[in-house]
């Protein structure tokens, strides 16, 4: 199984700065496509989870254009270019290239 | 817009056996790729499983710790997803998500609220 290693696994932010989480996978995520398999996704409290970002960088509709994901391969991040009070929560990354799908334990963000 | 609704969860002890479903609107479950994914008080997200759609095969994956105990099946019908839990052990507690990507992603772009499972005696 791919193993995928977030860190931070916490981090507390002043509203209006960034914020980056990074995320790591054991193995390659880069399809022969040209795609990077990896998703992020934001567990509000008590919410189930939302996606935030697919094939390591591509934004539903919807979600702030503050969100970035980026990276290749084995390493990938996620940034909140300024970060707003409804971001608190908990952010997974998650590999989708195999089977069974893996996420990283979790990166809890809470505001100053 | 896609809607899914969980139910069935609830206490159980151990080894006993459950059945949740997933209502689902807005798609057309033998066209989609429907996933389990679970979650244990305060830790993170477990995938369980997933059938394929019809397109794909239909056939169904299951993670090593339900493997053999779990099963994933659709009623194309009522257009409800299925999760079966038997020999269910302590380590099995947590809420239960179904979820799918939009027609033509891979994506989980659709979550349920969740069903909680308890098991204990």
């Known amino acids: 199984d791919i193993v995928m290693t977030q860190s931070p696994l916490s981090l507390t932010v002043t509203p209006g700065e960034p914020a980056s989480i990074s995320c790591k996978s054991s193995?390659?995520?880069?399809?022969?496509?040209?795609?990077?398999?990896l998703d992020w996704y934001l567990q509000k409290p008590g919410q189930p989870p939302q996606l935030l970002i697919y094939?390591?960088?591509y934004r539903p509709s919807g979600v702030p254009a503050r969100f970035r994901g980026s990276g290749s391969g084995t390493d990938f991040a996620l940034k909140i270019s300024r970060v707003e009070a409804e971001d608190v929560g908990v952010y997974y990354c998650?590999?989708?290239?195999?089977?069974?799908?893996?996420f990283g334990q979790g990166t809890k963000v809470e505001i100053k | 817009e896609v809607q899914l609704v969980e139910s069935g969860g609830g206490l159980v002890k151990p080894g006993g056996s459950l059945r949740l479903s997933c209502a689902a609107s807005?798609?057309?479950?033998?066209?989609?790729?429907m996933t389990w994914v679970r979650q244990a008080p305060g830790k993170g997200l477990e995938w369980v499983g997933h059938i394929k759609s019809e397109n794909d095969g239909g056939t169904t994956d299951y993670a090593a710790p339900v493997k053999g105990r779990f099963s994933i099946s659709r009623d194309e019908s009522k257009n409800t997803l299925y999760l079966v839990l038997n020999s269910l052990q302590t380590e099995d507690t947590a809420i239960y998500y179904c979820?799918?990507?939009?027609?033509?992603?891979?994506?989980?772009?659709?979550w349920g609220p969740g069903t909680m499972v308890t098991v204990s005696s």
């Open positions: 998650m590999q989708a290239l195999q089977t069974p799908r893996t």
């Open positions: 193995q390659s995520l880069l399809h022969v496509d040209g795609y990077n398999y």
């Open positions: 094939l390591g960088s």
């Open positions: 807005g798609l057309t479950l033998s066209n989609a790729l």
């Open positions: 979820t799918t990507p939009n027609v033509g992603g891979i994506a989980f772009d659709n």
